[in-house]
């Protein structure tokens, strides 16, 4: 069986991660983080997501620091508010030619307008924005939903979307039927979107089952909700 492509690093010196709510995007920023970071890059992921209380990659800042990466999120206190205010340092972001950035952005056309105040500054480097999809999730289900949310996060954001991350998922009942299936389907909506798509997300226990012409990014499970870390 061929093994999965792991290198799906984007060449521009920022990347920004956004999607519909359900679509796993928090995962796969911290995931490509990882990655980045582990490849030897200089990384930093900024948590941008002023909308999900619970998925939030601040949550993650000793894990991530451990493994070299800067995290730039609001305060453990602002953290615990339903929406924090976006942290002074993101400016930082636009005048450190070194790092590779990560954006991990809110769910939604109000979590992504975060992005709309910060369009003329990206505007001036070169930076990849990625919309990650899950197939079997209710608002990108139907094939003709698909664009329908990238074009209102790219009109809430003012930035243009340079890709699409395939990433069906059923949390611990994924199986790589319900991956591929999904891929197909987002798969046409990337071509009816005219764009590329960036890579594919599959969960770690069955990456190597997965056969693709395409950048494979393995996903190992590092966010949990309040109950389930409880339990």
């Known amino acids: 069986m ?3 492509t792991l290198t799906p690093l984007s060449a521009k010196p920022i990347v920004i991660l956004g999607g519909p ?6 995962e796969v920023a911290v995931n490509y983080a990882l990655l980045s970071a582990h490849s030897g890059r200089p990384t930093t992921i900024a948590d941008l997501d002023i909308v999900n209380p619970y998925f939030r990659t601040s949550g ?3 894990m991530l620091e451990a493994a070299g990466i800067r995290v730039v ?3 453990v206190r602002l953290a615990q508010f339903d929406a924090p205010a976006l942290p002074g340092e993101i400016n930082t972001l636009f005048d450190d030619l070194a790092s590779h950035s990560v954006l991990d952005v809110g769910g939604d056309p109000v979590g992504t307008a975060a992005l709309a105040g910060l369009a003329s500054q990206l505007g001036k480097r070169e930076y990849d924005f990625w919309v990650v999809v899950n197939q079997r999730r209710p608002q990108t289900r139907e094939l003709g939903q698909i664009p329908e949310r990238v074009r209102e996060l790219e009109r809430a954001a003012r930035l243009s ?4 991350v395939s990433n069906t998922h059923l949390g611990e009942q ?4 319900c991956v591929m299936a999904g891929h197909r389907m987002i798969e046409q909506a990337a071509a009816e979107l005219n764009l590329p798509l960036a890579f ?3 969960t770690d226990s069955i990456t190597d089952q997965v056969e693709l012409d395409l950048p494979v990014l393995p996903i190992t499970r590092h966010l949990h909700l309040p109950w389930e870390e409880s339990s």
Not at 21 to 26: D, M
Not at 174 to 177: A, K, L, P, Q, Y
Request: hydrophobic letters at 40%; a positive charge; zero cysteines.
């Open 73 to 75: 999120a609001p305060s």
């Open 60 to 62: 993650l800042r000793a």
């Open 161 to 164: 979307v340079t890709g699409l």
């Open 2 to 4: 061929k093994t999965a």
């Open 174 to 177: 994924t199986t790589v039927d």
């Open 21 to 26: 709510f359900g679509s796993g995007k928090t």
């Open 200 to 202: 594919v997300a599959v």
